[in-house]
């Protein structure tokens, strides 16, 4: 019954992603989710459980620079924050790329300034966001962790409920291109040392599965707007104190 429940999930976010021809093409040594490799991987991965709610609120970003946002509404809804109220939803609400900038939000990153040079939003801006909206966020630069101590530390979250993990990450070190970008991890398949990113430009490319040692690289690089610091990953999680 579960993997009937976890092959109907993929298929709903398969129909839900573009068609091949519409996204830019993939390197080898990344796994589209939509080939039927991708799927198999998806059934048999050993930690899937973020998968879910982060699919149902799979989030397109609204613009290029706006990786980031998305991927901040899209966990903010996954982990079902108290949402904004909207009158044209009878009074309910979802977080979206722009009512994420409260006011606390936006003294952090305003989202003007992310639509101009130098453009996006950093690691360090991203978990001051998301602790802006009173989670708990643990900013891991690369270059302060390892490749083991990454893959357990997004196993252990990728198995429990209401922690996620998103990777900053150099997309040319992927074989994509180019910049730096922002992606929640839904799922890791052990046999093949694999996460699955949720790519928030959906536009561009669908959801990959990457190894876990290109994946570390790609965050292990330099992010000159963020002080030289490298990139890296957070985690969230609700603040249940």
Not at 160 to 169: A, C, E, H, L, T
Request: glycine share 6%; net charge negative; charged share 20%.
């Amino acid at each position: 019954m579960y993997r009937i429940a976890l092959k109907i999930a993929a298929a709903t976010l398969i129909c839900l992603s573009h068609a091949h021809a519409q996204t830019k093409p993939l390197p080898d040594s990344l796994i589209d989710l939509t080939s039927p490799e991708g799927q198999s991987l998806l059934i048999g991965a050993e930690a899937n459980n973020d998968y879910f709610p982060l699919s149902i609120h799979f989030t397109t970003q609204d613009n290029p620079a706006y990786c980031g946002p998305a991927t901040i509404a899209m966990v903010l809804n996954a982990l079902n924050v108290p949402r904004p109220a909207s009158k044209m939803t009878l009074g309910l609400g979802m977080f979206d790329q722009k009512n994420i900038f409260t006011p606390a939000a936006a003294s952090v990153k305003p989202a003007e300034a992310i639509v101009n040079p130098p453009y996006g939003m950093t690691l360090d801006e991203l978990g001051g966001v998301f602790a802006a909206h009173d989670l708990d966020v643990n900013i891991v630069h690369a270059a302060d962790s390892d490749p083991d101590t990454f893959r357990q530390t997004a196993i252990d979250l990728l198995e429990k409920d209401d922690n996620f993990v998103i990777v900053n990450y150099l997309r040319k070190s992927i074989g994509q291109e180019t910049g730096g970008h922002h992606s929640p991890l839904a799922a890791y398949d052990e046999d093949t040392d694999r996460f699955l990113i949720l790519d928030v430009a959906r536009y561009k490319y669908p959801p990959v599965w990457v190894d876990a040692a290109t994946l570390f690289d790609a965050m292990n690089t330099v992010d000159k707007d963020n002080d030289g610091k490298t990139r890296g990953y957070l985690t969230v999680s609700r603040n249940l104190q």
